[in-house]
């Protein structure tokens, strides 16, 4: 007899089938037993008059053979009427309820028992959107004729200078782990010109934030031929709506699933310069942090509710940072070379995306690694692809979970993380 | 004025614009500079009276205003008679002449200046066919309901015991990299029964072969309510269809850079148990090696040659390796336990992917973790998914580098990589 998903049921009402999955919850009344059957893609109702179905622990999985039948009481109007249940396999009840609308449970038991406790649909609508935000970043870029790579993650130098980098034991000498896919997928760039990466990066942030992880999922892009970093912001903007619209017209269950209000994407993205940014700021946190070369994290919150106010956008793009606090590749502002051509876009008042020009002449290389006080010689194969020719390109990153918890009004990134890895965690 | 890319110019005959892109070859004769300008995505012959052009080193990248023309005997028919030529950036040219259709290099200067040489049309070509790759295996599995996932690369212990992982300071304490995802590919058939993942995977690999590398990119694949190991077979082969399918398909100018012939997916892979595979390579090879739990290089490609010969089929599948040659989680074969309801598919003589059934009962990995005299601690979270209750669930591994390199007949694994990562090598 052929089985048949809880996603399929519409189409077989009144037939007698199969259905697989797991015990998700039970109660009897007045001899009867309704079981909330979950598979992997959702949940129906099974109504059974064999009273030792109640007896069967939670999470175990079984087989039902029965008749699917029209029930305006059931959820999406549907129940299964058991005939016959086959226990696959006894589980032992998982110590938190699963089958309320969303979990009660604190964020270190969420972690702890995350093996289990992700089963739930509230915790599988988050890494459905994930999967839906990974495969629209991929078709969006497809179609602008981009091509996926696969950069190595072992790296015989750090990335962004010797800052929260992991140390490998390599056959008996020390490599790092790619901080980012960054030297690499600009060394493509004079393959392909247009390259993206979707993979795991690692910092050793030694910070214990709720914005940060020591592995995340990088969707990265490099670009060339570009104007200037606006180009850049042009792409990133394109690839944002695809990934939104993706969301909104294929996601809408898990979206609402997880109460998540999904942004509208402002015609053209409200932004600031830094300079401006830094004035404005100040203004509105009554705080004066203009000396500062960077963004705070509560700058960022006030910028992006001013950007929800004043525009009307949950997006703002910052241009310009200050050269001394952007990676040594940066391209400087032509015309402010204190300044440069790189961007963050605030997402809600958080930072999603880095990005911006980067130098493309072998020459401006050396000048700011010497410049940085930094040895040439860790970086020769990365300087090789400058030196044999390279056009004006530039890129961004977004932060998968970063995108997830924005989007899902997570409080914590390790809540929109399947598995998350800090400081503190390596397990489960 | 707007550039066009050469996968363009056949729309844009007679019309004067810009094209952009690297100097690939310069020839001059009789007053006129034949230029080969090569973008990201090919090739365009351009033809200018102005000698300046020929001493522009190769690899140089430039902006060139002219007008598309019909050329009988350019390539593809058309050529672009340049009016303004502007050099963008300076090139230091390669030492290995580009021009060629093949690269005339011996391997360690392959991979020594991948950076520059990687440019090659025809090594672009095998970069190419390994993004087509991972698309089409991709969109295979999103047909079949499956969800996309990403798994932690830092875990807590090694996944197939202590060989061959590599050790990371995890902030002051010991961490792995994941050898696969499989405990996680696993752990999340409890969440979504069936799921795949493209990442990659590391390999402490202490050996100098043709057919390893320390990293490389894993296409895993994992599902629940199997009947047994054949299940996943008949999804692998699937899977396997439809990648060829692409490539044949989207591919055909890549496979004819490389040349490449793509095999034939037979009706139904031929097929032995690892019983029959032994005793037919007795006969194959001369040489008796049945008392060997697994299969030599030189077995496998006897029996792949046999294979050929015998049923035209260049695929191979060998079933019920012993239960001693596979990891702990491996389901035995239901009548006689000491084979497994495992299997590898040999591609060409080459083992490509490896996959089989799991045990899926708590108690069965207790058991078979108490054979094997492994402590149970290390594997606390992954048996917490088996004590909550697992169905029966299967999956395989195929890996893209050992996938490019069969289809495309590379004679080593390093060839079919783009920044390949070994035993000695960590750069470029």
């Keep these: 007899m052929k089985r048949v998903r809880t996603r399929e049921i519409h189409a077989h009402l009144g037939e007698h089938l199969v259905m697989c999955g797991w015990i998700h919850a039970i109660r009897s009344f007045g001899g009867v037993t309704f079981v909330v059957l979950r598979d992997g893609w959702g949940t129906v109702q099974v109504v059974s008059e064999d009273e030792s179905i109640a007896t069967v622990p939670l999470e175990s999985v079984v087989r039902i053979e029965g008749t699917l039948v029209r029930a305006a009481k059931a959820p999406d109007g549907v129940e299964l009427k058991a005939s016959l249940v086959t226990v696959v396999s006894i589980a032992q ?64 130098s750090a990335t962004e200078g010797g800052a929260n980098v992991f140390t490998v034991d390599y056959f008996g000498r020390p490599a790092y782990l790619a901080q980012s896919p960054q030297f690499y997928k600009q060394i493509m760039v004079g393959m392909f010109e247009r390259v993206y990466e979707v993979g795991t990066v690692f910092r050793a942030e030694p910070h214990d934030t709720v914005r940060h992880l020591s592995e995340y999922v990088s969707l990265d892009v490099e670009m060339a031929f570009i104007e200037s970093h606006e180009t850049v912001m042009s792409m990133l903007q394109h690839v944002l709506s695809a990934m939104i619209h993706r969301l909104t017209q294929q996601h809408a269950s898990e979206l609402d699933l997880v109460g998540a209000t999904i942004p509208a994407m402002p015609g053209e993205i409200p932004r600031l310069h830094f300079t401006e940014a830094k004035g404005l700021a100040w203004s509105l946190t009554g705080s004066d942090e203009r000396d500062e070369p960077d963004l705070s994290p509560a700058e960022e919150r006030s910028l992006g509710a001013w950007a929800l106010k004043t525009h009307g956008s949950e997006f703002l793009f910052v241009t310009g940072y200050p050269m001394v606090k952007r990676p040594f590749y940066t391209h400087p502002e032509p015309t402010r070379p204190r300044y440069s051509n790189s961007f963050d876009l605030l997402f809600r008042g958080l930072e999603l995306v880095t990005g911006g020009q980067r130098l493309h002449r072998y020459a401006d290389y050396i000048d700011a690694l010497t410049r940085a006080g930094v040895a040439i010689g860790p970086f020769a194969s990365y300087l090789d692809a400058f030196r044999h020719g390279m056009p004006p390109h530039g890129g961004f990153a977004i932060g998968l979970e970063r995108f997830i918890m924005q989007v899902t009004g997570q409080t ?4 929109a993380t399947t598995f998350p890895r800090d400081l503190g965690r390596l397990a489960p």
């Design 93 to 156: 009840p998982p110590a938190i309820m699963m089958g309320k609308r969303t979990l009660s449970a604190g964020l270190p038991t969420l972690l702890d028992q995350a093996v289990v406790l992700n089963r739930h649909p509230a915790r599988r609508a988050l890494m459905r959107l994930a999967a839906g935000a990974m495969s629209s970043f991929r078709a969006s870029l497809d179609e602008q004729h981009f091509t996926e790579i696969q950069t190595p993650k072992f790296v015989e």
């Design 412 to 415: 914590n990134i390790r809540l």
